[in-house]
């Protein structure tokens, strides 16, 4: 049997976590290819939607992750996107879905380091828990 190798969908700020993994990049920081970044100008734009098909599309873990609070560019936005998640940490399991599989973070743009680590955990975090039930082979 091959080894399981989780997908994990993260909606990042394009102010801040999206620097973050271009200075990892730039610094030749390398962080795990299982990670499929999608770029939003804030982490208030997040629709809890997304966050939900990206999980019914076969992600095994989601993240949003942007600004430290007090510090968007959209002066509310993180603030918005911490509400969204603890609603979406209590929505989940009557869906099926972990919570723990629904992480935020915040990564400023100077750290890129940060940012790979934080890849890295998420990536051993999402091989411990397994395939997610929204995986096509789990629903056949």
């Given at each position: 049997?091959?080894?399981?190798?989780?997908?994990?969908?993260?909606?990042?700020?394009?102010?801040?976590?999206?620097?973050?993994a271009d200075l990892a990049g730039t610094s030749r920081i390398g962080y795990?290819?299982?990670?499929?970044?999608?770029?939003?100008?804030?982490?208030?734009?997040?629709?809890?939607?997304?966050?939900?098909?990206?999980?019914?599309?076969?992600?095994?873990?989601?993240?949003?992750?942007?600004?430290?609070?007090?510090?968007?560019?959209?002066?509310?936005?993180?603030?918005?996107?911490?509400?969204?998640?603890?609603?979406?940490?209590?929505?989940?399991?009557?869906?099926?879905?972990?919570?723990?599989?629904?992480?935020?973070?915040?990564?400023?743009?100077?750290?890129?380091?940060?940012?790979?680590?934080?890849?890295?955990?998420?990536?051993?975090?999402?091989?411990?828990?397994?395939?997610?039930?929204?995986?096509?082979?789990?629903?056949?």
């Amino acid at each position: 049997m091959a080894e399981f190798n989780p997908i994990i969908i993260a909606f990042v700020c394009n102010w801040c976590t999206y620097t973050a993994a271009d200075l990892a990049g730039t610094s030749r920081i390398g962080y795990p290819e299982n990670v499929r970044l999608i770029r939003v100008m804030c982490t208030g734009m997040v629709d809890p939607q997304y966050i939900i098909k990206a999980f019914l599309e076969g992600a095994d873990m989601v993240l949003v992750s942007g600004c430290h609070p007090g510090d968007c560019h959209y002066i509310n936005g993180n603030y918005k996107a911490r509400r969204r998640i603890k609603l979406l940490h209590a929505i989940l399991p009557t869906i099926g879905i972990e919570r723990d599989r629904l992480k935020l973070t915040w990564i400023g743009a100077s750290d890129g380091i940060q940012f790979a680590r934080t890849m890295q955990e998420l990536v051993v975090q999402a091989k411990g828990m397994g395939p997610g039930s929204g995986r096509p082979e789990i629903m056949t």
